[in-house]
């Protein structure tokens, strides 16, 4: 069934990534509607209700991997998707997908929304047997600051001073989708984002925080492989980001796959190079035990 979405893929066109969320492919991926759980509550943080969108194609039997999404916008703005019309390739390759919400910094700064994402992946280990998810195949899967969330979701080690009490029990996670996010977050380091946006999320905290909030401050051997996708004339988040994310997750011997959007800048690609983004992430995540039946 895996083949035949791969090749529905390159057939019928994939999903627009923009910056903010994934938008539905001008020509649709036949995928029947899937099972809708909408604004699931998933944490309650600073006085505020969290929620979470799960959906399932119920055409596959079993616990299914998860794509868990996480949205942009510099993580002060941004919201997730209305829909799943931006998720059809991956439902039709038989993955569940999780859409997030998490705390903005008007209602509080770092590190507030790398522990909402985290408590998102542990509501899916805790939920998994309700929605048949398979908490061992858990995806972390985000766009511009939604991948650098997506990035630290998956990379932070067990033992961590970052993750609240009750959400230290984490999934699975043997695969990140990595899509233009912010790499490093001190200014004077290769690739830095140095939007204002950053030092506002970054808040009053401790010094501190501009490297423990760094993906590239949890790097290391045996981690989770990355898919990395970067435009190399990416006017907002640094093209070199991802270039010296990739040669980082090298030197550590981690798998990973880079696509280079050619001209690319924020999201909004090609049709093309949505094709081949949806076709070799897919592949991707086959390739390292993520997709397809067990």
């Known amino acids: 069934m895996i083949a035949k979405a791969l090749a529905a893929i390159v057939l019928l066109g994939a999903t627009s990534v923009a910056a903010q969320v994934p ?173 204002p946006s950053t030092a506002r999320w970054i808040g009053e905290g401790p010094q501190t925080l501009w490297t423990t909030m760094s993906p590239a401050s949890y790097v290391r051997k045996g981690q989770p492989p990355v898919f990395i996708v970067h435009g190399d004339a990416d006017p907002t988040v640094p093209y070199e980001a991802s270039m010296a994310l990739r040669a980082d997750l090298d030197k550590a011997g981690v798998p990973n796959l880079f696509h280079t959007v050619p001209g690319g800048v924020h999201g909004k690609f090609p049709k093309d190079e949505q094709d081949k983004i949806e076709r070799e992430a897919l592949e991707f995540l086959t390739m390292n035990g993520v997709a397809g039946a067990r």
């Open 23 to 195: 938008t539905a492919p001008a020509m649709r991926i036949e995928v029947k509607a899937p099972e809708a759980t909408k604004d699931v509550v998933y944490l309650q943080a600073s006085g505020k209700d969290l929620h979470l969108d799960v959906y399932r194609n119920t055409a596959f039997k079993g616990p299914r991997p998860v794509l868990v999404y996480i949205h942009g916008g510099a993580w002060w703005k941004g919201e997730k998707p209305a829909g799943w019309g931006g998720f059809r390739a991956y439902l039709a390759a038989g993955f569940s997908v999780v859409t997030v919400e998490y705390r903005l910094t008007d209602v509080a700064t770092a590190p507030a929304a790398v522990q909402d994402v985290r408590c998102a992946l542990s509501w899916v280990k805790a939920n998994a047997k309700a929605y048949d998810l398979d908490a061992k195949r858990v995806v972390p899967y985000g766009t511009s600051a939604g991948g650098h969330l997506a990035l630290m979701a998956g990379m932070l080690p067990k033992n961590n001073d970052i993750d609240l009490p009750a959400c230290r029990d984490q999934p699975t996670v043997p695969a990140i989708l990595d899509f233009y996010g912010p790499y490093h977050l001190r200014s004077d380091l290769p690739g830095a984002f140095k939007s």
